[in-house]
């Protein structure tokens, strides 16, 4: 009995051990089979029932112009998806429905056949998806349209439609300051304003649960957001969008007409440094040009001959000469060491003036002056240019600015002959902003301020943060040399280089600049043609300067290079925009006085059938001096009775309309492209625009009623 309980014992424990492993490879067997057999598919349906919050970006900023135009902004667009197998959508529900949906769709869209969407959406069904994709960058407009169409009609929730927000950054006026406004993407390089206020404009995130489904797509477990996004800030930038426009069709139309390489063009607002208007355009194609580079920020240069202002500021600040001086400019050529120097033209005379000199752009005179006085010490003339900031950096807010470079007489690239090539711009490096601040900071009385381009930041209308002016130097040179170098400029306009600039109206003061563009580190290419950079910087009204401009027309090739004639007509055409739209720049017109004691009933001027029409009921004697045909007379009564005479109304010159009634007055300017502003109430005694002028489209003339 001992026996058979030992073997019973033993037999219950062999079978125990026995059912035990074959437990243990059972589990071992299982491990394998899921870790190396079907490891993919749990591992893929593992993922597709992740669910995590997903950032939802906030609404970005939008940029504005001063006059609160639109300049870039973000619009809404959708990625369309379909929930095909929704609860509510039964198999009657989406037969009944799927061929009227899918010719609304291929109507709508127009990329596919209605068959084409009836056989993906079935597909789609067939194979249990529930976040189909349909369509991307939709309009808000065609998601309002979807909405109602077959299906989609049944509801939020019933219809299996489903839309995702998305933004796309658009610009309203397209290529007007592209390069300034800038752009945000990935992986490149932040660029303008988008670039450098991107916190401001980004915003905050918000959350949202989604789930991921297979295909490694995230989708929405609910229509609603978890945690909201916080909005961007806007920007409220410095530029006028009306003299934007001027400005870059000014300079489209020279260098097409110059068939130049690129150009570019800046306006400043001289006692701001306000950043009204700023324009580069770069050949992409024969006669296309393209905004693609900021050459006014970025593009360091050789500035030429607008870098003799600086030279005589030296000179003339530390009491080596003055304007009224004589240099010897001898037949023009001048040999310092091995460099020849020569003015473009043969002079009329060897000897002249200091002033008579920068007004013609002499080379030999700037390089004879500078040598005269800084050959035996150099370094003063460059600590002189160093105590006005010409080689320092503006530290814009934009990115990308280029580095100024004046030599030092400890570089190594210092020769014998750089003091002479530096007095007429040569062989040192300056941007055209930084060109344009320098002659600002002249406009300026010598104050440099610092050029800007953000007005302030604001939050659902309130503003955040205002920028003001900022100082770079208080002074760069004596008031006295200022107005030296101030009486100079206005004779290049006057006198010099720059005649063909006079404006009838007002005064401009400047500088020309021809500069050869050294390529390969020789200024004549392969085939020896010379090519040059033209530019005309300055400021107006001279007598009380409120803009600074800066215009620079990179090689020219059609045989005309100078920068009076190419930079010049870009400057000059901005400039009568902005003084002919700007009335507080206009001089005050005296009031007509000629109805003074006059005791005859008034009769205003106006159109002559209404007149004759009036005076008949009133009885008032008239006496007529015009023409059968003259619609618009003149009234000039006296004690007894009223002379009338012709109003000869020209459609290219401002017409009197001093005594007329506002709606005669207002028909006549407005017939004739001016836009009128009106101040008091009664008959006109002013007009800020003297009779006769040539009529400029678009141009503001106020009319003062009493």
Not at 559 to 568: D, E, K, P, Q
Request: hydrophobic share 40%; charged share 25%; aromatic share 8%.
């Amino acid at each position: 009995m001992a026996l058979d309980a030992r073997k019973d014992i033993l037999w219950r424990i062999y079978l125990l051990y026995v059912f035990i492993c074959i437990f243990g490879f059972a589990i071992v067997f299982r491990i394998v089979k899921l870790q190396f057999v079907e490891g993919d598919m749990w591992r893929e349906k593992s993922k597709s029932l992740t669910t995590s919050y997903i950032n939802i970006d906030a609404s970005r900023g939008s940029i504005y112009s001063s006059d609160g135009s639109l300049l870039a902004t973000s619009v809404p667009i959708y990625e369309i998806r379909m929930d095909v197998n929704a609860d509510p959508l039964t198999d009657k529900v989406f037969n009944d429905n799927i061929d009227s949906l899918s010719i609304y769709l291929a109507n709508m869209f127009k990329d596919k056949l209605a068959s084409q969407y009836k056989i993906q959406i079935k597909k789609a069904r067939k194979n249990g998806e529930r976040y189909h994709f349909i369509k991307d960058n939709v309009r808000y407009s065609d998601l309002k349209a979807m909405r109602k169409f077959p299906m989609f009609r049944l509801g939020k929730y019933k219809g299996g439609l489903i839309s995702i927000q998305k933004s796309r950054r658009e610009l309203p006026f397209r290529e007007l300051a592209a390069r300034t406004i800038g752009y945000v993407r990935e992986d490149v390089q932040p660029v303008g304003i988008e670039g450098s206020y991107d916190n401001q404009l980004t915003g905050v995130s918000g959350k949202r649960l989604m789930q991921k489904i297979a295909g490694g797509v995230w989708m929405p477990i609910s229509n609603d957001i978890d945690v909201e996004p916080n909005d961007g800030c806007d920007i409220i930038t410095t530029i006028d969008v009306n003299i934007q426009d001027v400005a870059e069709h000014a300079l489209m139309s020279q260098l097409m007409k110059n068939n130049a390489g690129y150009g570019c063009v800046i306006l400043m607002e001289v006692k701001t440094g306000q950043i009204k208007a700023i324009a580069n355009l770069s050949r992409k194609d024969t006669n296309v040009y393209r905004e693609n580079y900021n050459y006014a920020i970025g593009s360091a240069i050789e500035p030429g001959s607008t870098f003799k202002l600086a030279s005589y500021i030296a000179a003339i600040e530390d009491g080596f000469i003055d304007i009224d001086d004589t240099v010897d400019i001898e037949n023009g050529t001048h040999k310092f060491l091995d460099l020849v120097i020569k003015d473009s033209h043969e002079p009329a005379k060897r000897k002249i003036t200091i002033k008579q000199a920068f007004e013609q752009s002499s080379n030999v005179a700037v390089a004879k002056v500078i040598y005269k006085y800084y050959s035996k010490n150099p370094q003063k003339f460059i600590d002189r240019l160093y105590t006005m900031n010409l080689n320092s950096p503006l530290g814009l807010e934009i990115s990308g600015e280029g580095v100024p470079k004046i030599k030092k007489t400890s570089d190594k690239d210092w020769y014998g002959t750089t003091l002479p090539s530096m007095s007429r711009g040569y062989e040192l490096l300056m941007t055209p902003l930084q060109i344009l601040t320098f002659y600002n900071a002249v406009a300026n009385g010598g104050k440099m301020v610092k050029p800007l381009f953000v007005n302030e930041v604001r939050k659902n209308g309130k503003p955040l943060k205002i920028y003001g002016t900022q100082v770079i130097n208080p002074s760069i040179c004596s008031e006295q040399t200022i107005e030296k170098v101030k009486k100079m400029m206005e004779g290049v306009v006057e006198n010099g280089t720059a005649k063909n600039l006079k404006a009838a109206s007002y005064k401009i003061a400047g500088k020309t600049g021809t500069a050869q563009i050294a390529v390969g580190g020789k200024y004549k290419n392969g085939d020896s043609k010379v090519v040059y950079n033209a530019s005309f910087v300055g400021y107006f009204p001279a007598e009380n300067p409120r803009y600074s401009c800066m215009v620079l027309v990179s090689a020219p090739s059609n045989g005309v290079f100078y920068g009076n004639v190419v930079a010049g007509p870009i400057f000059k055409e901005i400039a009568d925009k902005v003084y002919s739209t700007s009335l507080d720049m206009h001089k005050s017109i005296e009031p007509d006085t000629s109805y003074k004691g006059v005791r005859t009933p008034f009769v205003k001027s106006g159109n002559r059938k209404d007149i004759e029409s009036l005076a008949s009921i009133l009885g008032v004697k008239i006496i007529t001096n015009y023409t059968a045909n003259s619609e618009w007379i003149i009234t000039n009564p006296d004690k007894n009775n009223v002379t009338l005479t012709s109003n000869k109304i020209s459609e290219r010159k401002v017409p009197n309309v001093i005594g007329m009634g506002l709606k005669d007055a207002i028909y006549i300017l407005e017939n004739s492209g001016v836009q009128v502003k009106v101040i008091g109430s009664g008959k006109i005694v002013k007009q800020s625009i003297a009779v006769g002028k040539p009529i400029d489209k678009g141009a503001v003339i106020l009319l003062e009623l009493a």
